[in-house]
């Protein structure tokens, strides 16, 4: 299995360097992996004068799954939109046709206290959310600001879904659920616009294929409001790519620490990108603060989705649960009562714990 790591911007390569030391956990295990390593994001402009360089899109293509950090940094805003590190971010995710976004939002028990909702209401939580990544009001023509026939000018987007992406994420939601507790939300505005009205149908339609997962159906301001007021009554959610952006940066909140939050893109063939679902944090890059537990959580999905070692990525997962109970914090998630540790030192007790 072959990984490209992209450690990118910011604390990007402080957290895959953890991770990367999982990795080589693993492989002394008798995992079999090649790793190889490339610039993107502000390190691609800076080694070749493109957020998304060619030597780094070769590899991308070659590679059975890619590890990334994150990317951005104040000192690439000034330059012209195309080569800020952002796009390359969104280059691969379009190159690697990386359509179904996995963010799953998990409030680990240790950890109760950092939600800003009341423990009842969140201890517990384990929910998935599916998003559509490539298609949608993001990316439907025509798009623009024109002038109308009354001499104003208006601008406007397309919300946009053929039936073959409806259904493609509705088999990657099914089959995530059924690998769950069996329980799958779609959400739309079925009331509203007939994007999502056909999205309902063809997911209902999907379902046939999967009699075992119980599908249910909410509309999105509905979903909004539920996902605050009971997060817990949902296993997984799948939805198009606006409502999923917002949705998902909702749910990730439930758990009040985006530093404990991994995520997947995942192509057709389970080809995918794993990152954290934080950025590059240019405030507490180079110190050796930053939480790596997300990246080390990405590469737990990572194993589970690319490389379908189920109990691999359990045992991930496991050592991560192992240093919080042991009582080992990184600042971002630091309580009194608690060790806090370096972002190196944290590495070091996930590989200790595995
Ligand atoms: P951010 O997620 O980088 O930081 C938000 C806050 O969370 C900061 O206070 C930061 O210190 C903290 N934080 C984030 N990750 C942390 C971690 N692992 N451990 C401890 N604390 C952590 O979001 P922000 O500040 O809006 O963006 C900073 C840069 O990152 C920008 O250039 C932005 O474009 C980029 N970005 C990149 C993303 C990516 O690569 N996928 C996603 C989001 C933003
Ligand atoms: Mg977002």
Redesign the pocket.
Known sequence: MKILVLP?????PE?VAQAKKVLATLQSDGLKIELEEAPL?GAGYDAHGAPYPEVTQKLARAADAVL???????Q??KLDRPLR??RG?LAIRKDLNLFANLRPAILYPELANASTLKPEVVSGLDILIVRELTGDIYFGQPRGVRINEAGEREGFNTMLYSESEIRRIGHVAFQAARKRNKKLCSVDKANVLETTEFWKEIMIDVARDYPDVELSHMYVDNAAMQLVRNPKQFDVMVTGNIFGDILSDEASMLTGS??MLPSASLDANNKGLY??????????AGKD???????ILSVAMMLRYSFNAEETATRVENAVKAVLAQGLR???IYEAGTEKVS?SAMGDAVVAAL
């Open positions: 990118g911007d910011g604390i990007g957290i994001g990334l950090g994150a990317v951005g940094g104040p690439y805003d590190p952002e971010l985006i530093g990152e954290p679902s934080h950025g590059s944090a240019p405030d507490i603060l930053a939480n790596p537990l997300a990246t990184t600042a971002d972002c």
